[in-house]
């Protein structure tokens, strides 16, 4: 007898009554059980456990509860700590929620409740750190102890990232990471102007960039779109902080502006990064027509010269979104 | 290229490329800094209301009580009427306290002397040393950079020349935010 001969007279004896539903259900229940039985012997691998979109979000508004409760609880009780009771309830708990976040890790990784324990621990351990930094009365004259402190913390963080691949880490590694560059330069050159920080953060930028392309098809998979977001919106808002000021960036800001949109659909084959650097074109544009234009035609006539143009702009990009990124981040 | 080292690389490139980058700004900052020195001490005042941290009218009082004639520091008489901060009270009765200090250039420390010793030095009151090194409040706004962090404001007395500069290690800086007004440059001391 072969499969459809079984599910027709299945169906021929529901129909008689001869055998009822809920008995067939009773069948399919225990069977699933005994599956169930079998793969909790077998390797974690095969225990794969779905986790719902609305999991992950009770997971993560859980964990934003908890943060902010410890941290009014902290606040409440602050001025009657002692240092010892300040540091352990700032980066000792910190400290506690990471570990327990990695015994998930690697107890149940297939769930994402240790990612959940790591997300309130990688806000806790910065500011803690920084806490008992205090605490131990270091001396602030100069950024340097703040800076080694945040180094520390990337470290951490970059360690549990190569051990444990999960993206909360990674998320952590690069928050510290973003920080410690910027009180680097602080450290080391302390008069530095603004500019050079702008700089700076037009170089993160590109590296996040270069980040999302490396990390595109691997376990930081869920990363790219933040660092697309970031590091595009990070390289052209600083850039355009400069064309204020140098004739040089405002030379090159068109340049990085129409690169930024092609390289989005040649390279990185995105959508965010496109529409960023679509309207860094459209500011490009309006900043230029205010600058040099604005005086010679008057407002109004720019004004109608840009909505067209900023009208042929949008439809340029619209159309690279649908030739060529349609199913992109 | 193998797939693997590709990535390998590229991985180098965004983790290395801000580091290059704040090394090259160290370098062309540092060195520059390194290099620049004096052969000349100066002489400096400093002036306290009496109200923590900021001195605001010190700077005229300064101005009014010390000048340099024939290269010599005079400390002036202030005139009885005179209320630089017109709140009645005349600048002799307010509570200004005044210090003077000689600073080493080359171990950048500085040590409190009296008016008379003060007095001893031929002192050339111009902000440029002869061999053409300025004494310079310096002020770094790292507020107005895109998007992230917000800095403090950087700000105090520098050695400088050109675009190169090093701090100067001054008496109260590191105790109080240091207030430009707390200030006043004398002179550079010519006697060797």
Redesign the interface.
Known sequence: MDNNEILAELSRRLKAGEITETEVLALLTNEAQVDADFTAEAPAQQAVVPTSLITRLLFIIGAVFITLGVIYLAAQIWDDLNTFSRIAITLGLGLVFAAVGSWFMLQDPERDIGSVFHGIGGFMVPGGALITLDEMGANF?TSWPITLTIAMVFVFYTILTWYHRKVVLSFFAFANG??L??L???S??????????????M??G???L??A??FKEDWNARLVPLLLLFGS??FY??A??QIFDTVLMEMLYPLLAFGGMVASVMILRSRITLTISTFAVIAYIIYFTAEYFADSIGWPVALILLGFTIIGIGYFSISLNRKYLKSQT | MDENRK?AI??G???L???I??LV??VT??VPAQSLSTDFNFVYATCTEGRSPYSYYCSNHLQNRYDIENGRLIEKDLPADLDSDNDGVPDRDENYQTRLFIHDTALDLSEEISLIEAQRFNLEDRLTSPDGVSVEW?Y??????????R?SN?YGY?LTRGSA?R?LNLVNQ?QVPYYQNDFRFLGWILDR
């Open positions: 004259d973003t920080a560059a910027y680097l330069l602080d080391l050159v302390p008069l530095a102007y603004g500019d050079v920080y702008d700089y700076l953060t170089i993160l590109a590296s996040y270069i980040y392309h490396v919106f990070g808002g600083a355009f902080a | 990535r590229l991985l490139v965004a983790f490329l801000p580091l980058f704040i700004v160290f900052t540092y310096q770094a706004n790292g507020g107005n950079f895109f998007p992230f962090v800095y950087r520098y500069k701090e590191s």
